[in-house]
């Protein structure tokens, strides 16, 4: 092992009381009463990077309307260690806040409280996004602490939104471009995990999402069915209908159009699917006792998650939905729906196909209901090049520390800020995660095992030593 690897590998009791310390401070982004917690964690990111000798900002991003009230959003920490201008620089980027959590929540000890029990930590944020953040600074006191050089620049981007929708930091990014961030060689984003249990891998692309609505308003009020059914076109029935057009039972998309978006599919990507390290049993018993899948096919179960577009419906809002009978007719619903985009799916094409689609489907109907599409969000696909020099140092850090090569996988979910740092800096982006798929993130009893965390930050390390000379 390298002096940086060594030290990571003696002081493993050092960095998991500094992890503790970290997943102790509640920083709730999405609720009120612990927006102060946030704040706190901000500066707590602060105080440990100075101890480091980085130079350290904190950025206003201004405020929110949360739960009637204004609030201060919490600062972005920039943080900058070297300006040496023979060197790469790279940009690191994380999130301090973390999801909701709550003991009642079937959590089985304070989920605020960091518990280890064998190779097992288990916390809020442990593993989303406090390990991994945390796991950077424990990779550059190693390199203080053994007097070695850092190879490259570094430039530390951690942000106290995202599990809130990081209001306010893409425009900060795209400002900054030409300002904190001008310069930057690569970036590194270490928020997702590996594809399973056993072996790292790399993500170099994430599906993006429109989310929609179908909103069909019929009478001026709910009505009696004893009374009123047989007379009126009910919407609820409208909507059914609708939603039923979008897709079918085995998740194939029938909005014409949105599949002929999608790029060919190539021989090389369709051998890494081949080859990724999945077991399809081990996914299905993960999800419920009985098969659910679409298929008993590995590559054809990945492409689904990782390459192809899907269409899911969410819910209907304005609906009987409670215990017992409720004999009324809605006067107006909503259903919800949202598509999972892949590259060149645009955006725009794909709101104005769906919403196409739709009103065409509801001519059929001849309801006199109205009917209304409404796109309430969208973000584009990001997919970057996994033969990049920054992939290619990051798959020989995790070969250097773990033994094997890793999986080159793409993810199913939406990081939106990887596309914002992708298209602002026009450099390459690369999704090194540290922890493993069954580490709970958004659930209860999250984990983050202590393997994952030392051997992960010994990654980070090894991945500092080899972008600085690949190319």
Known sequence: MTKVSQYIEEHQKDFIERLREAVEIASVSGELKRRDQVIKMGHWLKAQLEELQAHVKLIDIGTQQLDGQTIPLPPVVFAQVGDDATKKTITIYGHYDVQPAELSDGWHSQPFELTVEGDVMRGRGSTDDKGPVVGWLNTLTAYRKTNTPLPVNIKFVFEGMEESGSEGLDDLVVKESQGFLKGTDAVCISDNYWLTNRKPALTYGLRGVSYFEICVKGPNADLHSGVFGGTVHEPMTDLVK????????????????????????????????????????????????????????????????????????????????????????????????????????????????????????????????????????????????????????????????????????????SIPVTLTFDESLKVNVCLLPMGRADDGAHSTNEKLNISNYIQGSKVFAEYLENVAVHD
């Not at 014409?256 to 990507?269: A, I, K, Q, T």
């Not at 059929?364 to 990049?388: C, F, M």
């Open 242 to 413: 609708l939603m039923g057009t979008l897709v079918t039972t085995d998740g194939k998309i029938t909005v014409p159009g949105l599949n002929e978006m999608v790029e060919p599919l190539s021989d090389e990507e369709f051998q890494r699917y081949k080859h990724m390290d999945f077991d399809v049993k081990e996914y299905q018993d993960s999800i419920a006792d009985h098969p659910v899948t679409i298929s008993d096919d590995k590559a054809t179960i990945l492409m689904g998650r990782m390459r192809y577009p899907s269409l899911s419906l969410h819910g209907i809002e304005g609906a009987f939905y409670g215990g017992g009978a409720k004999t009324v007719i809605p006067c107006g619903v909503k259903g919800k729906f949202s598509i999972r985009l892949v590259p060149d799916m645009d955006v725009v094409k794909v709101e104005q196909l769906v919403k196409e689609h739709l009103h065409k489907e509801a001519k059929k109907l001849n309801t006199r209901n109205e009917v209304e599409v409404v796109q309430l969000s969208a973000g584009p696909a990001w997919v970057a090049d996994p033969n990049h020099w920054n992939f290619r140092a990051a798959a020989k850090a995790i070969k250097n520390v773990f033994g094997v090569e890793p999986d080159r996988t793409r993810e199913g979910g």
